[in-house]
């Protein structure tokens, strides 16, 4: 489940640009914008990577099938560094003790934080409303404490991904953005 929210705000920043550049051929020719440390031009740019991949992560995540480690490869694309070792080392463990995934994972907001250097910070408000992993009895091991909705800040990198970024780390924050 994506966010409406970050669909309008991108439309919104589309739509000034669109109305700026038909104004800017009325007038003097603005200087060309000087792309900051991370490559992006602009924050609206940069928002719209982060979130195209964020995107893309969690929809690979979705395919996931822990009896099938030829479905992790596309996890794997979407990450790396220490986000890399970690999905490889808690998919394999999972695939081993033969644990299932049930449902999907989404989430219902996304900000960006932090675009003029590396690495890019997004906060992601997760929703694993209707997620459980299951052990090979069928049973639980999800915390009975896990909140359905986390708070998660994520950091991207420069990648060689269909967006030019990668998560490189993901960790769980305090914020109201789940509020």
């Known amino acids: ?6 669909f309008r705000a991108t439309s ?26 991370t490559g992006f031009a602009s924050e609206a740019e940069a928002f719209a990577a982060a979130e195209a991949t ?6 690979a995540l979705n395919q996931v099938d822990l009896s099938d480690p030829s479905t992790f490869e596309e ?5 790396t560094g220490d986000a890399n070792a970690e999905a490889r080392e808690s998919f394999s463990q999972m695939h081993a003790d033969g644990w299932m995934v049930a449902g ?10 932090g675009f003029a250097s590396t690495p890019i910070r997004v906060e992601v408000c997760l929703d694993v409303t209707d997620v459980d992993v299951l052990d090979e009895g069928g049973q639980s091991v999800v915390p009975s404490t896990r909140l359905d909705r986390q708070a998660v800040s994520v950091d991207l990198t420069h990648a060689d991904t269909a967006t ?8 769980a924050i305090e914020s109201e953005l789940c509020d």
């Open 1 to 6: 489940m994506t966010s409406r929210r970050p």
């Open 12 to 37: 919104i920043v589309i739509a000034t640009m669109l109305a700026v550049g038909a104004l800017a051929g009325c007038g003097p020719t603005d200087p060309t914008p000087t792309p900051t440390p």
């Open 54 to 59: 964020y995107r893309a992560y969690v929809d």
């Open 75 to 79: 996890v794997y694309r979407w990450t």
């Open 104 to 113: 999907q994972t989404g989430y219902d907001s996304l900000r960006l934080v």
């Open 164 to 171: 030019g970024l990668a998560i490189s780390a993901s960790n």
